[in-house]
Antibody, heavy 119, light 110 residues
Framework: EVQLEESGGGLVQPGGSLRLSCAAS????????MSWVRQAPGKGLEWVSG????????FYADSVKGRFTISKDNSKNTLSLQMNSLRAADTAIYYC????????????WGRGTLVTVSS | QSVLTQPPSVSAALGQKVTISCSGS????????VSWYQQLPGTAPRLLIY???KRLSGVPDRFSGSKSGTSATLGITGLQTGDEADYYC???????????FGGGTKVTVL
């Protein structure tokens, strides 16, 4: 059974940093691309970043480019998102999602972790 | 403002049919596959349709997807109360080199 469990969310001040993690199990982690998708309170879905199965190529939404870094540790079956220079607009539930085929197909999702950026 | 345009809400009576449109451009829907997601209140999204019209295993055949030009459509027949949710389209945008979502459509069963 595929399982994705996010951790690392919390309250952080504007300009601060936070690192999210996603522990994956139930599938061959290094064979699949992974992504982070967020949802601001009461708003729609926004793709944040994606990374290929090997971890060699990463893609970012313009809204986070230069501030967020996605990484994939295939030896530990863990996906991470390093978030720097956080803004109030980054407040959202962050979902870890498994891709299949390409980055637009998210077939499994975690429950999400809440990030709140506020002073 | 989302790159992909969806109606904010649609509604229909129990047992009837609804369609949800997703409008884009050549750089996204016009040249890339579309996926559709269902998000029930308080839960993570769920993939329903991928590659424009393929149902994920386990998704009822009441759900269907289609695409023409730069627009895609999700159809739901035999509406059930359990179908009340937000629905999102998604695709790759070749100009942005990013995944883009529609703004979401809330389905209400009357």
């Amino acid at each position: 059974e595929v399982q994705l469990e996010e951790s690392g969310g919390g309250l952080v001040q504007p300009g601060g940093s936070l690192r999210l993690s996603c522990a994956a199990s139930g599938f061959t982690f290094n064979n699949y691309a992974m992504s982070w998708v967020r949802q601001a309170p009461g708003k729609g879905l926004e793709w944040v970043s994606g990374i290929t199965g090997s971890g060699n190529s990463a893609f970012y939404a313009d809204s986070v480019k230069g501030r967020f870094t996605i990484s994939k540790d295939n030896s530990k079956n863990t996906l991470s998102l390093q978030m720097n220079s956080l803004r109030a607009a980054d407040t959202a539930i962050y979902y870890c999602a498994k891709n299949f085929g390409d980055l637009t197909r998210f077939d499994y999702w975690g429950r999400g972790t809440l990030v709140t950026v506020s002073s | 403002q989302s790159v992909l345009t969806q109606p904010p809400s649609v509604s229909a009576a129990l047992g009837q049919k609804v369609t949800i449109s997703c409008s884009g451009s050549r750089s996204n829907i016009g040249n890339n596959y579309v996926s559709w997601y269902q998000q029930l209140p308080g839960t993570a999204p769920r993939l329903l349709i991928y590659d424009d019209d393929k149902r994920l295993s386990g998704v009822p055949d009441r759900f269907s997807g289609s695409k023409s030009g730069t627009s895609a459509t999700l159809g739901i027949t035999g509406l059930q109360t359990g179908d009340e949710a937000d629905y999102y389209c998604a695709t790759w945008d070749s100009s942005l080199t990013a995944v883009v979502f529609g703004g979401g459509t809330k389905v209400t069963v009357l």
